[in-house]
């Protein structure tokens, strides 16, 4: 059961974007990388999802590499909102384990 | 839709009793996933299903176990209650296992 890597927090001011990054070093062909937000006393919220390359959607890009060892979760333009903990994922067989999640702290 | 539905939302159990947490979902997935999630931290995997009479063991499979006799229901049952147990459990689910995963609004369960 393959597990990803994140940063533990981040901070960040309204209005920047966000970049939070994940790593795969063990990503299977098949699998795909979804994102997640988890705001307090709620189940996660599922964000994107991608295989390679960009995937934009109204709430955030996901950039992926050629060799998908990484993935990269964008956030334009961050409101107080936004803060929240934010979960990557490989989707694929047999797979289904979280990362510890990245903190974000979005500050006025 | 309902889309996924925990209960009950809140549980207080002393030690040694036993329950079950119950999900189900509306949305005809084939996969369904039980988490467990301690104060400040992420989630463990604790069983996961890939269809109805198919389970498997997750991360942190003991002191548990489920049932998938339906596609909608995925129960989960604690047999002799402990404290390490108090946590909140969320169960999810996708139509395919590389989608997107539907989260219960989860279950607080403390063990005293």
């Known amino acids: 059961l393959a597990k990803t890597t994140q940063p533990i927090s981040m901070d960040s001011y309204e209005g920047q974007e966000v970049n939070i990054t994940c790593s795969h070093n063990n990503i299977a062909t098949n699998d795909y990388i979804t994102w997640y937000q988890q705001f307090p006393s709620q189940g996660p919220r599922f964000i994107i999802q991608g295989y390679k390359t960009k995937v934009t959607n109204e709430v955030a890009s996901l950039f992926i590499p050629a060799d998908r060892k990484s993935s990269t979760l964008s956030l334009p333009r961050v409101s107080l909102s936004d803060t929240a903990v934010y979960y990557c994922?490989?989707?694929?067989?047999?797979?289904?384990?979280f990362g510890t999640g990245t903190r974000l702290k979005v500050l006025a | 839709n309902a889309g996924v539905t925990q209960t009950p939302k809140f549980r207080i159990l002393k030690i040694g009793q036993s329950m079950t947490l119950q999900c189900t979902q509306d949305m005809n997935h084939n996969y369904m996933y039980w988490y467990r999630q301690d104060p400040g931290m992420g989630l463990k995997l604790i069983y996961y299903s890939v269809g109805a009479g198919i389970t498997d063991k997750g991360e942190v499979p003991n002191g548990y176990n489920v049932s998938r006799s339906t596609t909608e229901d995925f129960p989960l049952r604690l047999e002799l209650a402990a404290p390490s147990q108090t946590s909140v459990y969320f169960c999810a689910s996708s139509y395919l296992e590389t989608d997107g995963y539907t989260f219960g609004s989860g279950t607080r369960l403390t063990v005293v």
């Open positions: 994922l490989e989707a694929g067989t047999y797979k289904y384990i």
